[in-house]
Antibody, heavy 118, light 108 residues
Framework: QVQLVQSGTEVKEPGASVKISCKTSGYTFTSYFLDWVRQAPGQGPEWMGIINPRSASTVYAQKFQGRVTMTRDTSTSTVYMYLTSLRSEDTAVYFC???????????WGQGTLVTVSS | EVVLTQSPGTLSLSPGERATLSCRASQSVTSSSLAWYQQKPGQAPRLLIYGASSRATGIPDRFSGSGSGTDFTLTISRLEPEDFAVYYCQQYGNSPRPFGQGTKVEIK
């Protein structure tokens, strides 16, 4: 069965960086895009960007340009999201999401809570 | 950039009743690229509808989506106890891919 398993909770100070992993299984890794979506407490989801695991090409939401990097490791079927210059507004649950290529998410990881606090 | 506005913010209904949720886009959505998700507390969103009206795998037929252009609707024909949750729409035709702010369906 399709599974997306993310790394654990992170607590960071303002100005720090965070790297979240998302290990996939149960399907052909290079056949589906992976999106990253975050959700701040009490808010709706927010799309951050997408990576094509086959080519490693990425598209980032303009809001995160310059602060976010998405990469992949085909040997372990894992994608990573790296976010720098963290501020309190980045406190959220971050999800990796399998995207069949049309743009919607059919399978979601369990989420990774990132708390940014001094 | 497309902005999605969902209404109402909260819908108070009883099990067995019909729920009608609205999602309005600030500009026309490309090729009906509109999805609906259900989210329960502490869980990830679950895909219900894509392409405005296609049910995702395993989704009961009491869930249906309709609409085009700027106006979309999610209908739950008869609410089951497990349907009380928050529902989000998402536009995915262009980048970025915004979500609406959500409609909470609560037990009356």
């Amino acid at each position: 069965q399709v599974q997306l398993v993310q790394s654990g909770t992170e607590v960071k100070e303002p100005g720090a960086s965070v790297k979240i992993s998302c290990k996939t299984s149960g399907y052909t890794f290079t056949s589906y895009f992976l999106d990253w979506v975050r959700q701040a407490p009490g808010q709706g989801p927010e799309w951050m960007g997408i990576i094509n695991p086959r080519s490693a090409s990425t598209v980032y939401a303009q809001k995160f340009q310059g602060r976010v990097t998405m990469t992949r490791d085909t040997s372990t079927s894992t994608v990573y999201m790296y976010l720098t210059s963290l501020r309190s507004e980045d406190t959220a649950v971050y999800f990796c999401v399998r995207d069949p290529g049309n743009g919607y998410g059919d399978y979601w990881g369990q989420g990774t809570l990132v708390t940014v606090s001094s | 950039e497309v902005v999605l506005t969902q209404s109402p913010g909260t819908l108070s209904l009883s099990p067995g009743e019909r729920a009608t949720l609205s999602c309005r886009a600030s500009q026309s959505v490309t090729s009906s690229s509109l999805a609906w998700y259900q989210q329960k507390p502490g869980q990830a969103p679950r895909l219900l509808i894509y392409g405005a009206s296609s049910r995702a795998t395993g989704i009961p037929d009491r869930f249906s989506g309709s609409g085009s252009g700027t106006d979309f609707t999610l209908t739950i024909s008869r609410l089951e106890p497990e349907d009380f949750a928050v529902y989000y729409c998402q536009q995915y035709g262009n980048s970025p891919r915004p979500f609406g702010q959500g409609t909470k369906v609560e037990i009356k």
